[in-house]
């Protein structure tokens, strides 16, 4: 085939001229003739399945089979520790018939929704005549992982505030990032131990230091017993919390969008004349909309599912179950008071909440989310 436009031969496949760059128009009956091989697109997506295979069985098998596996597992009452089919039926078809049909023995029995009715259920007091929660520690440990929440917000201004200061051209700010970044990769076990110390009535760090101020100013102050008062257990965890969290991974991901920020957008600030505040609110939180969105989103996930080592191991849940959150009382139920279906019940339950918020605020919250 010749090119029309410079009479020179050219592939008969050729969409353009690679001489002149002149455009070839393909006769329909050359075009038909030509019929791109599949191979390689099935090599490559074959390829492609073959690195997702490992992931993927990963995930079938450690997340999502659990998953059904709890909410099954919700519907019915078992101890954990008696075998969930019965021993003495001779087929699995009696079995499954047996632990269907509700009969109690030394099996699991199926239960319908009650697991989710004392949860949420209520019901009149025979002695007062009033209405009350059939489980009012749930509601009341609900109040509690929505209390802890509140640090959630001050965790993510300490660390975007962190970010703007490691940001800045600083002889050595590569060691002060890294000292901030140090607790959010050592052992929440030794994190526990090391603040279950400061938080000693007696000789902790925090209260020595109380006394040491106010005493300079003539001042005699009880310091608080933290982790063994009700009214300051909550607020103890927070400081902790804060404390690991403002400098980890937040601070990073602040870190990293603020240096993905055009610098011609300060440039041009500069020459209009603004100041710090009006570069801040006008150009660098509007450029970080989308870090705070994400931040936000897996904050309010960690927040109804995190926590847990801490409130182990320097509260267990108490003192009066003032640290006692959802995620603690599902490990109540499971491995302390073998309920594993009213564990599963209240995992359900947590699961069905937190999803339902996360999708509120992906659904709302994008609106306040600017992309340029």
Known sequence: MQCPNCQVDIPDDAKSCPYCSADIAVPAKARAKVKPSRRPRVRDALTGYAFLLPNIVGFLTFTL???????????????????????????????????????????????????YKEFLGWERDQRTGKIKARDDKFWYYAYNTVFLMAGVPIGMALSLILALLLNTK???????????????????AALALLWRWIYNPE????????????????????????????????????????????????????LAGLQGIPQELYEAADIDGAGWWHRLRHITWPMLSPTTFF???MAIIAGFQGGFVYINLMTDGG??????TLMYYIYLHAFR??????????AVLLFI????????NWRYGRRAVHYQ
């Open 65 to 115: 089979l659990p998953v059904f596996a709890a909410f099954a597992l919700s519907f019915f009452h078992w101890d954990v520790i008696q075998p969930f089919f019965p021993e003495d039926t001779p087929t699995t078809r009696e079995s499954i018939a047996t632990v269907l049909s509700g009969e109690k023995g030394k099996h699991a029995r199926f239960v319908g929704l009650r697991n």
């Open 170 to 188: 600083l002889k050595g700010v590569v060691i002060y990032r890294t000292v901030f970044f140090l607790p959010a990769i050592c052992a929440p």
């Open 295 to 297: 931040i936000f989103v």
């Open 203 to 254: 000789y902790g760090l925090f209260n020595s230091a109380i006394i040491s101020v106010t005493r300079l100013f003539g001042m005699s102050v009880t310091p608080p017993a933290w982790l063994s008062d009700p009214d300051w257990s909550k607020p103890a965890l927070i400081i902790l919390a804060l404390w690991v969290g403002a400098g980890g991974y937040n601070c990073l991901l602040y």
């Open 353 to 360: 909440v937190v999803f339902a918020i996360t999708l509120l």
């Open 337 to 346: 008071w073998f309920k594993m279906g009213r564990a599963c019940a209240l």
């Open 319 to 324: 003192p009066a179950g003032s640290t006692t």
